[in-house]
T-cell receptor
Framework: NAGVTQTPKFQVLKTGQSMTLQCAQD?????MYWYRQDPGMGLRLIYY???????DKGEVPNGYNVSRLNKREFSLRLESAAPSQTSVYFC??????????????FGPGTRLTVL | TQLLEQSPQFLSIQEGENLTVYCNSS?????LQWYRQEPGEGPVLLVT?????EVKKLKRLTFQFGDARKDSSLHITAAQPGDTGLYLC????????????FGSGTQLTVLP
């Protein structure tokens, strides 16, 4: 039981390049999330998926696209990377019940640098 | 401006000291969670508080949810070097149980 896994762990891109960050969970969770973490800003929600086949924008969706490939996998794509997207990206998943006390489980993060 | 303001942003103390971290907002939350994050890892949930005025204890850590459900505090008694980390509060707004709003975090360093 690996929990939430993310690949790659580190990535360096040049401005304008594209890439996809991969996330998978093996806990049979319905909801999955993508966050970015910047110094002094906490975590900000980029996109989330409440269930397979649905995705919704979060607080900072511009410049990103997502795909909920199946119940396990939720990918984040940067079509044309910009230096402002330099950040640490976290994927998370959540227990099936929509209770306010439910826990989000986080992956180890992807550290992305855009030059 | 962040919906959840945490203070202090940085805190460096000696082993054995007590400390309190605050999480404040002008908005009402259905629940408030506290996470701890270590370098190179994702946040890990410490506690969830749901009822206004609720107090929860986790060994040397005491968490309190404000009566009006707009603020929360984390108190650590006799801090140890193992408590070092980034502490994040996160709230669920009413009607948005699926989403969390995070505070900016408090970086705690406990010196031996």
């Amino acid at each position: 039981n690996a929990g939430v896994t993310q690949t790659p762990k580190f990535q360096v891109l040049k401005t304008g390049q594209s890439m996809t960050l991969q996330c998978a969970q093996d806990m049979n969770h319905n909801s999955m999330y993508w966050y970015r973490q910047d110094p002094g800003m906490g975590l900000r929600l980029i996109y989330y998926s409440a269930s397979e086949g649905t995705t919704d924008k979060g607080e900072v969706p511009n410049g990103y696209n997502v795909s909920r490939l199946n119940k396990r996998e939720f990918s984040l794509r940067l079509e044309s990377a910009a230096p402002s997207q330099t950040s640490v990206y976290f994927c998370a998943s959540r227990l099936p019940q929509d209770r306010v006390s439910d826990t989000q489980y986080f992956g180890p993060g992807t550290r992305l640098t855009v030059l | 401006t962040q919906l959840l303001e945490q203070s202090p942003q940085f805190l460096s103390i000696q082993e054995g000291e007590n400390l309190t971290v605050y999480c404040n907002s002008s908005s009402v939350f259905s629940s408030l969670q506290w996470y701890r994050q270590e370098p190179g890892e994702g946040p890990v949930l410490l506690v969830t508080v749901v009822t206004g005025g609720e107090v929860k204890k986790l060994k040397r850590l005491t968490f309190q949810f404000g009566d009006a459900r707009k603020d929360s505090s984390l108190h650590i008694t006799a801090a140890q070097p193992g408590d070092t980390g980034l502490y994040l509060c996160a709230g669920a707004l009413p009607g948005s149980a699926r989403q969390l709003t995070f505070g900016s975090g408090t970086q705690l360093t406990v010196l031996p």
